[in-house]
């Protein structure tokens, strides 16, 4: 009996330990305000697909992917689903231990080139965020393990109560629109309203939110197509180490002429999503013209 309560104790420290090893995601901060003589540009990256080489969070569900599992995450694929509904939805399935969850998440690809960048924007004052509609929870881990754990993370906040299935809450969501579990676009116009031009670099199908407002986009896989098909100026990458190239050269430009066009001004571009386009309260975004969301 005494083995059993021991066991039972430890097996409880450990869960406690598990819930309490990365500390909750928090209402983004506002960006600190452009100061005289600071380079005008922020970065913004996405995470699953793109400081992550896989989708971190679709790895995660792996384990109980089902049919209908499939057919959820092709709707969201295909813009008729909104990511905060099937993440509520994705997290009701996880029975896996948040322990195995995160060392799940650890040994998935990272691009080291993303450290790289980090290091030179910080060195001359230009803000990087990480920006993730995905669960979140693993990401603080990820960029201490990068080097880079002082990049602020704005994403779900993702939590594991001793006991209990997981709980997911939108700190980062916006306030009348419910489509997306994290709002891009806000975030976007946070750093633009600071005084900054913002760069955004992604990869799939919730970027398109951050994409459509950002001010110069550096775009892989999916993102590319939804530019293309939407208009959007862009610039194909691979790896960070093609962005970092690019950061050198604009911080040479700006330093010989800082009215160069090597930093664009930033400006405000229409609303094609949220309650100023959609209405209030939406939870899926419309269908697009001649597709059905049924």
Request: overall charge negative; aromatic content about 8%.
């Amino acid at each position: 009996m005494d083995l059993v309560v021991t066991a039972r104790r430890q097996a409880a420290s450990e869960r406690r330990q598990a819930t309490a090893a990365v500390p909750g995601a928090l209402p983004a901060a506002a960006p600190p305000p452009l100061r005289s003589g600071e380079l005008p540009l922020a970065i913004l990256v996405d995470y699953d697909g793109t400081v992550a080489q896989t989708d971190v969070s679709d790895a995660l569900m792996a384990e109980v992917v089902t049919d209908e599992w499939e057919a959820r995450a092709a709707e969201y694929d295909a813009g008729l689903a909104g990511s905060r509904r099937l993440m509520e939805w994705e997290v009701g399935l996880i029975t896996t231990s948040p322990a195995e969850l995160r060392a799940l998440a650890a040994a998935q690809p990272h691009d080291a080139g993303f450290a790289l960048l980090v290091r030179r924007a910080h060195a001359h004052g230009i803000p990087v965020e990480v920006v993730s509609d995905g669960f979140g929870f693993f990401i603080p881990a990820a960029l201490e393990a990068m080097g880079v754990g002082d990049v602020p993370v704005v994403s779900a906040d993702t939590t594991f109560p001793a006991g209990d299935h997981p709980r997911i809450a939108f700190p980062n969501g916006h306030p009348r629109c419910f489509v997306c579990g994290t709002c891009k676009r806000a975030r976007v116009q946070a750093h633009q309203a600071a005084g900054r031009a913002v760069a955004f670099v992604g990869d799939g199908e919730s970027d398109r939110y951050a994409a459509g407002y950002a001010d110069i986009v550096f775009a892989k896989h999916a993102l590319v197509r939804l530019c293309v098909e939407n208009g959007w100026p862009f610039r194909r990458w691979t790896e960070f180490t093609e962005i970092d190239s690019w950061l050198t050269g604009v911080i040479a430009a700006w330093r010989s002429d800082p009215d160069s066009a090597a930093i664009p001004r930033p400006e405000p571009k229409p609303f094609f999503c949220g309650p100023e386009v959609w209405g209030e309260g939406l939870w899926d975004p419309p269908a697009p013209a001649g597709r059905s969301g049924g």
